[in-house]
């Protein structure tokens, strides 16, 4: 397979993964976008209206990240080379993926407030971003490094 061909199947690779992460960043913004309207949204306490607008904040973030590389192949398309855009696409998926963790942590621990107001949404909220960070992030990282090892001798 010639480079170029090769760079073209990581082209589709990466659009075809951020298909995947979209919807998420997708649901997890329009929740947040509603909350406001809820009955309750006037009960919430500052702190809480905090954590709110973080959530949405770094969900709306994580959707620009997200959307911005299939945009930018769009609006550049038969002008930049596919190399130039998997290098600005691949940081882009990668933040926009930390900024949708952060997101999902913030909204699980706002919900958990709300409902429990106890530990437990602390509890909850720790457990569902290890799980985030360990499947995500750290396995895949670990592999990059553990095959990387294995390619060097």
């Given at each position: 397979m010639?480079?170029q061909d090769?760079?073209e199947?990581e082209?589709?690779e990466?659009?075809?993964e951020?298909?995947v992460?979209?919807?998420?960043v997708q649901?997890?913004?329009?929740?947040?976008l509603?909350?406001?309207?809820s009955?309750?949204?006037?009960q919430?306490?500052?702190?809480?209206?905090?954590?709110?607008?973080?959530?949405?904040?770094?969900?709306?973030t994580?959707?620009?990240?997200?959307?911005a590389?299939?945009?930018?192949?769009?609006?550049?398309?038969?002008?930049?080379?596919?190399?130039?855009l998997?290098?600005?696409?691949?940081?882009?998926?990668?933040?926009?993926?930390?900024?949708?963790?952060?997101g999902?942590?913030?909204?699980?621990?706002?919900?958990?407030?709300?409902?429990?107001?106890?530990?437990?949404?602390g509890i909850?909220t720790?457990a569902?971003?290890?799980?985030?960070?360990?499947?995500?992030?750290?396995?895949p990282?670990?592999?990059?490094?553990?095959?990387g090892?294995?390619?060097?001798?």
């Open positions: 010639s480079e090769e760079t199947q082209v589709v990466l659009l075809n951020l298909r992460v979209l919807p998420g649901v997890l913004f329009a929740f947040l509603t909350v406001p309207f009955q309750r949204f006037h919430l306490t500052h702190g809480e209206r905090g954590v709110y607008f973080a959530a949405l904040l770094l969900a709306a994580s959707s620009a990240l997200l959307i590389p299939s945009t930018y192949a769009r609006l550049t398309w038969r002008h930049a080379s596919k190399e130039r998997l290098k600005i696409a691949n940081p882009l998926a990668i933040w926009g993926t930390v900024f949708l963790a952060a999902i942590g913030c909204a699980v621990y706002l919900i958990g407030d709300v409902l429990y107001q106890s530990p437990w949404a909850s720790g569902i971003m290890f799980l985030i960070i360990l499947l995500w992030f750290a396995w990282i670990y592999d990059r490094v553990r095959l090892r294995h390619r060097d001798r």
